[in-house]
Every structure is written in C-alpha cells, then in structure tokens.
C-alpha cells in the first residue's frame, strides 16, 4: 500500500502548495476539457509544456509522479492496444489479421489516447500532491456554496467529506493492523487462484467494518457531547482568500489554452 | 527456539522522501526457552521490532536467525510459512482480528492456515477456550457478543492453538483489568515453564518485567541501550535515571529504604522478594503474621 502515490499529499513549499485549493479545482476541472479539446501535435507539445512547467514549479520530483502512474498502467496499456488494434481503417495498412488491423490512424489514436492519459493523471496526481485532503474539501465545499440555494445541504456533505479524508490514514492503518494479525495466523493475502484470494479477505474486512462502525458512534457521540448539530451555519477554521499568485496562475493557463486553440485544427 | 538479531536496522518507506528509520544495528540473542522483556517509550521501535522476527516486515540491514530459519533484506514473501507456524504473534489489542461466526472456528482458523484437520482444529480450539479460562459453552456463540476482555481471551486463544514455539505478546494485558492482568501474565508464564515456550513480551509494566523475564531488552529511539537481566538493569539506578525508564514499585520501594541506609545483598524487584528480604533481615517481622 506504501507504493500507492494517487491521493497522498507530500508537504512542501512551492508556488503550486500555496494556490487557493478552489483555483486548483477549477484549474484542474477546466485543465480536463483543454486536453479532450486539443487534436494537433502542436497543441499537445504545448499542453505537455505546461503540464512539465507545473509539476516542475512544485518542487515535487518526476520519480513520484512516474511512480502514481503505475496503478494505471494496465488501463492505459488496455486502452492503447485497444485503439492500435481495432481502429477503423484509414491511411496505411501496416498490419493486418482476420478483424485486427494496424493502420496509421490507429496508430495515431492511440498515441493521442496514451498523451490524454498521461496528462490527466499527472495533473490530478500534481492535485492531490500538492493539496492537503482537508484543503480539498474545504475547496469543494466552497465551490459549492452556491448550491444551498437549491437546499442542498452543502455544510453537511463538506463535513461528511472532511471526516472521510480525515479517516483514511487511520482506517488504512487499522488495515495494516489486521492484515498483519491474520498475517502471523497463516494467511497469505494476493497469493494463489481468485477464489482463495477473495476469500482470504473475509478475516480482513469484517474486521475492518467492525472497527470502521465502532469509530463512527464514538465519534458520532463525542461530536454531539460537544454540542454538534447540522443544519446550523458554522464559521470556518481555515478561511481561503483568492491571492495574487491565484489571478497570475489563471492568467498563465489562459495563455496557454488561446495558445493551443490557435494550433489546434479545427 | 532460539532467536539471533545480527545488526539489524529497519527504515519505513526506505528510498522515498518520507523515508523514516526505526531501528539502527538491534543485536541481541534470546536462547531457546528464554522470556525475554522488551521495554521503552512509545515510538522507541518496540513494535516495529518484534515485527522483524516472523517477517511482517523484513530487515532492511543485517540479519535475523530463528531456530534454522534465516530472515535477511533478500527473503522472499513465498517460503514464511514454516516460520510463521512456529511463531504466535498477540498484538496490541488482539481483538480486533476477530471475524468468524463462532468462537470455535475463529480459533480453529489459524492452525487451519498451516495445515491442520478441521476436526484436530476443532478440538484444540476446545482445549484452548479452556486454557484461556473460557467454558465450552462459549464455542458455538458469536465473538462479537463477547465483552472486550472475554474478546481478548478468545484472539490469544486463536495464537496459542497454532501451537507455536515462540510467542511474540505486544503489551497483551492492556486494557484489562487488575485480575485478568494477572490471569493471562500467569497463563504466560505456566506455558513458558511447562511447554518450554520462548517468550517476547513488549511491556509497560515493569512489574511483569521483574517477576517474570530472564532478561530484558531497553529500547530507545530505535537503538538497543542494554539488554540484561532484570536485576543488572534495576540495580544501577544511576543509569536507570538517566536512560529514564521507570523502576518495578518494591525495587522503588526497596530504593528509598536503602537511601535510609538499609543495605540489600540484591535489589529485590518483586513484591515477594521484598517481603522475603525484610524478613530475614528483620525475623520478628514474619512471625506477626503466624
């Protein structure tokens, strides 16, 4: 589980640290549509400039984002042999077997496909990197302020997120915990057929859910001693205020997609 | 069996940034039959330490001997198991490894894993409920019906019923009360005597350090400061104080009477000894009590 680098926060100081969390939401979300929109290799080079720029400008070294990118590597794999191989026919024939065809535009494809992946993990991986959980949600809660006018009861669902993130390392740890215990009693977790490993599971979740519930009465309990209740406006420990570096950092991006809508073909 | 720790260290997340060392060059031999106490201050790499001797985690330096099984950086996950049958393992607050429907199967389930009938399981899981002072009536009923200590008895009764050689207990009386305390530390102690078993006990109680260890092992900041009986290591109390470890109460209380000049031919660090050498230091005193 220590190899798992998506969603973890490595605390350090740079310019990409100390955005706003809600301008890197947005950035991020709009950073999603920029890569779906571009389609030259130009605007891809541009894009993959930028995407190196902030990763660069966090501090964060290139090894841990090569790392994040091995959970997905079997999906991107899946997905590009897919596109090689099964791509309508168009330009030269390179290969050609029964209903497999490797042709130029497959080729293309799947190259544009292996970039589009790449880009958006990296960006997401520089996210969750880069923003302390409580940040994000803090963030998300904020963007979605405007929704209380439709009475959705957006202070509840930020806490209720704020308490999931805020439960991950302890429930991870707790995991840790018993897969050990079961360890020394003779189970060998990920070994042997699918049903062995399923089943080598059992004595690791219904632990792992016992204790999950058990801590959430407690803390149900200790929140309402405290004098919890939803529905009430509550203030905010952590208050975000848009600063200049934000404003700087939007007017960077937008330079970057007028410069890849321009090369980009349309 | 025997237990041999050969300059071993341990990093956490070794080659990442978030790199963090919990054990530096730990050698220490603990003989067949041995009870060896390990103490220290949270954090001082105890936990990570035992963890080392069946493999959970794998030594980043040095080496680890067991018997004839040898851990090093370069063991592989594949060939454990004959290790870890020889090795029970009750961690802080076993409890939560409970997950079966019946008590009876839940402690069937370990010796299952390494072999064992269903029907040989079965049965040891009842000798077992017996052992940990649990009636049979227990066996078909749901362990998560049970109160916490009656949880932990069943969790430590699913280790003994491997049958292992070795038992690793990480502070396995805490949270019990006084009476349980001492019921499971003299459960310990009547299988180190009688089936020969070795002991590693991780312990805040130095009470339980003096009446039962051969030796004791002190930790601090990942390091091995000493590892000696208990006597060697109570006795120099100069030392005691500056490595800032807490002292059994009648060694303490046995302390403040030598500050008053009484002289003791050997600290006594159990209750019984201290009365034993008041005693004969002072007959009348006993006699009060015929």
Redesign the interface.
Known sequence: MSNFIFGRYLPLNSIVHRLDPRSKLLLSFCYLIVVFLANSWLSYAILIGFTLAAILSSKISLGFFLKGLRPMLWLIAFTVVVQLLFSPAGGHVYFHWTILNITQAGLVNSGVIFIRFLLIIMMSTLLTLSTQPLDIATGLSSLMKPLRWVRIPVDTLAMMLAIALRFVPTLMDEATKIMNAQRARGVDFGEGGLIKQAKSFIPLMVPLFMSAFNRAEDLSTAMEARGYRDSEHRSQYRILTWQRRDTMTWIVFLMVLAAMLATRRW | MAITFEHVGYTY?AG??MATPALSDVSFTVPDHGYLAIIGHTGSGKSTLI?QI?A?LKPTTGKISVDDFTITPQTT?ADL?PL??H???V?QF?E????EETIQRDIA??PQ??GVSEDEANQRALNMLETVGLDESFADRSP?ELSGGQMRRVAIA??LA?QPKILVLDEPTAGLDPQGRLEMMTLFNRLHQEQGLTIILVTHQMEDVAAYADEVAVMQAGKLLTCATPQEVFNDSDWVQSSDIAVPRAAKFAQRLSDRGVKWDQLPLTADQLADQLVQRWPGMGAHHE
């Open positions: 997340q990442t940034p963890q069946n959970l996950n198991k870890r049958r090795v029970g393992m961690f076993p939560s490894q409970l997950f389930f370990g894993n390494f998560f699913g280790v491997m």
